[in-house]
């Protein structure tokens, strides 16, 4: 990771856990609205952040990820 | 002690006369010398095997939780109104019965289940802390006598101060005595040094995150995963543990060096206000990885934002098991 961090070229991977009701519909309407987010971000979209099992957490830093946001 | 030990007993023979409890679990002396390990009596005269003395080391509730349960299970296909109900006796020092509290108000058996004979502790002997002490030679025989272990050992005649040779989790100890009890043996222990109790983890916590991640990671080396941390510890109980899990399945059976780091994380995550810091876990570690350090700052963490400390009464609710606006210290749902 502190390697990376040196490295001006390199962008960190992002796992977003977020809730089908409010942080995904928030995406969705900027998405009609045309607005673009980075591609570092990979959504994972949940019926409630309440399903969110703190294994998710763990597991995708484990296999790679550099943040888990977890919005809802 | 041994005045403990008759008396215990005795209590232990006039409860299962009195069909008070249908199995007293306790320790018995050990098959290697200065050792005991736990047993399970159900007749009266098998109560003299029970000892009480500073190498009784294992958690014995997490027996309990294991013979409640399989009782339960055996009664499943039985009519409700013909189910029995059995009492299980436990000899209990501080920190059994705090896990006991915590069985008891994570509801996994009612009070009247369990016979609690409480007695009071000066610590255990920490085996592997004593054989470094004595430069890795073979114990042959030993008594405990006055603060003192004689030893004839490989090496020849030892003597160690029994206070030396204490666990660390002992050593700090704040609940030395029974919190719940329903027949106390003895009178109360001298309290041992709970105020030097975070002092590892402050040290530790003042370290930048680079050293404790390397600490970590170094500590982590060490486990081989054989489970016996989880097996011991009175609070893991899950009919199905994580790491047994296949579907999803949270931990790789291999040896990747993450999949050891996952594992020791969740278990450390699933202690939350729930370590009672018995040592259990430290005690039968065979690669002698340094669990407690992180187990003891998520205890301080506990008792530092939620005032809790792990079982230490019926009435004070694990943090992560209550909602209640007035434990609440931050006030921003009520005022903004």
């Keep these: 990771m502190a390697e990376s961090l040196a490295n001006k070229d390199w962008e960190p991977k992002f796992v977003a856990i977020v809730c089908n009701w409010c942080t995904y519909a928030g995406a969705d309407l900027a998405g009609i609205s045309r607005i673009q987010y980075p591609t570092n971000v990979r959504i994972i979209r949940v019926p409630c952040t309440g399903r969110i099992n703190p294994f998710y957490i763990v597991k995708a830093l484990q296999t790679g990820a550099d943040g888990v946001l977890v919005s809802g | ?336």
């Excluded at chain 2, 009664?75 to 705090?98: L, M, S, W």
């Excluded at chain 2, 029974?178 to 975070?198: F, H, L, Q, R, T």
């Excluded at chain 2, 005690?283 to 079982?311: H, Q, T, Y």
Aim: hydrophobic share 35%; charged share 30%; with cysteine.
């Design chain 2, 1 to 336: 002690m041994e005045n403990i030990e008759t008396k215990l007993r005795e209590e232990a023979k006039r409860l299962l006369l009195e069909k008070k409890a249908d199995v007293i679990i306790g320790y018995e002396k050990g098959t290697l010398p200065l050792t005991a390990t736990p047993c399970f009596i159900t007749t009266p005269e098998d109560a003299d095997k029970l000892v009480w003395n500073n190498l009784c080391t294992q958690n014995l509730a997490k027996f309990v939780h294991d013979l409640i349960t399989a009782h339960k299970n055996s009664q499943k296909r039985v009519k409700p109104e013909d189910r029995k109900k059995k009492v299980v006796g436990v000899v209990a020092r501080g920190c059994t019965t705090r896990s006991l509290v915590i069985h008891l108000q994570e509801r996994q058996y009612e009070r009247d289940e369990v016979c609690i004979i409480g007695v009071p502790c000066d610590g255990y002997v920490d085996g592997k802390g004593l054989k470094i002490k004595i430069g890795g030679a073979d114990i042959v025989e030993g008594t405990i006598d006055g603060g003192q272990i004689k030893m004839k050992t490989s090496d020849g005649d030892k003597n160690v101060a029994l206070k030396d040779v204490l666990a660390e989790c002992c050593l700090t100890c704040r609940f030395n005595n029974p919190i719940i009890s329903d027949v106390m043996i003895g009178s109360p222990a001298p309290a041992m040094n709970p105020d030097a109790e975070y002092n590892d983890v402050t040290e530790f916590e003042a370290k930048s995150m680079e050293e404790r991640w390397v600490y970590f990671t170094k500590e982590m080396e060490k486990c081989m995963r054989c489970n016996a941390c989880r097996q011991a510890c009175p609070s893991c109980y899950c009919p199905t543990c994580f790491v047994e899990q296949s579907q999803p399945q949270w931990v790789g059976i291999g040896e990747d060096k993450s999949d050891t780091q996952v594992f020791q994380f969740m278990r450390l995550y699933h202690m939350v206000g729930r370590c009672v810091d018995c040592g259990s876990c430290v005690s039968v570690c065979p690669m002698g990885v340094d669990l407690r350090k992180f187990l003891k700052k998520i205890d301080k963490d506990g008792w530092e934002m939620f005032g809790n400390r792990a079982g230490s009464s019926m009435e004070d609710m694990p943090p992560l098991g209550r909602f209640d606006e007035h434990h609440d210290k931050q006030d921003f749902i009520y005022n903004p």
